[in-house]
């Protein structure tokens, strides 16, 4: 019942009927509070749960299997655990040939991420940019947003071209996290185009709209920090009097 729940999106009730003792000496049941506290973006207690070998997971029926790897393969690339997150992503591709969306985009994006903790920015960079263009609605935007990021670390993209692709996707996918993420970015990059009106603009308003507090925290510090840095700054000294 409470496997059902947890697929179901109902996971405050899944995580309730997870509690009871009989289940906790059934090692698989760990996969599934993993899963369930992943589903609710709680990528901490998700990562305490979660077993590093996916081995009872190669049992399951192959959608199911795509449903808890691909958030499992996520819980561990949070914590930076490159060999526990490789294991599922690998236990995955062996269905790749059958993978339709929304998994497959899913799984793409997860390899792009696990490349780059891996030291491969290029690979990463090649799978998410081929992602900006096709798949998944949710996907694409992730994809798009980490390849901006970093694509400008690696300097092969201008602010100009960040800002034209940020602005895209912000029309891409609306409503939660993600979308804070994707403004919270285009709004430094007006900045660092020198559109300093947009991008406080745009962090204000963000802000303002967000229900996530430690979101909230770090987007009113980068205001603050450039607010700051535009009138006592370099920057102050190309601003005209009003």
């Known amino acids: 019942e409470a496997a ?23 090692p698989e049941v760990q996969y599934w509070k993993a899963y369930n506290f992943g589903r609710m973006e709680r990528w901490d207690d998700a990562a305490e749960m979660m077993p590093d070998d996916p081995v009872f997971l190669s049992r399951y029926p192959r959608l199911i299997k795509y449903e808890l790897g691909l958030v499992l393969a996520e819980t561990a690339l949070r914590q930076n655990n490159i060999q526990v997150a490789g294991d599922y992503i ?22 792009g991420e696990l490349r780059r903790q891996e030291g491969d920015e290029s690979e990463a960079l090649a799978i998410w940019e081929e992602m900006l263009e096709s798949g998944d ?3 694409r935007a992730k994809a798009g947003l980490a390849w901006v990021k970093l694509a400008r670390i690696q300097e092969e993209i201008t602010p100009a071209r960040g800002i034209e692709i940020l ?28 559109e300093y009106r947009k991008g406080l603009s745009l962090l204000r308003e963000t802000a303002s709209f967000t229900d996530n507090e430690a979101n909230r925290s770090d987007i009113v510090s980068d205001m603050q920090t450039a607010f700051r840095d535009l009138f006592l700054g370099d920057a102050s000294e190309n601003l005209s009097a009003i």
Do not use: C, V
């Open 90 to 111: 690998a236990l995955l591709q062996s269905d790749l040939s059958k993978m339709k969306n929304p998994y497959l985009s899913a799984y793409r994006y997860l390899l």
């Open 167 to 194: 602005d895209q996707l912000r029309y891409t996918w609306r409503g939660d996290g993600l979308e804070t993420q994707i403004a919270h970015t285009l709004g430094k990059m007006y900045m660092e185009q020198g």
């Open 4 to 26: 059902a729940q947890a697929l179901a999106g109902h996971t405050l009730k899944a995580e309730r009927n997870f509690k009871q003792a009989k289940l906790n000496d059934l």
């Open 137 to 139: 609605r949710l996907y």
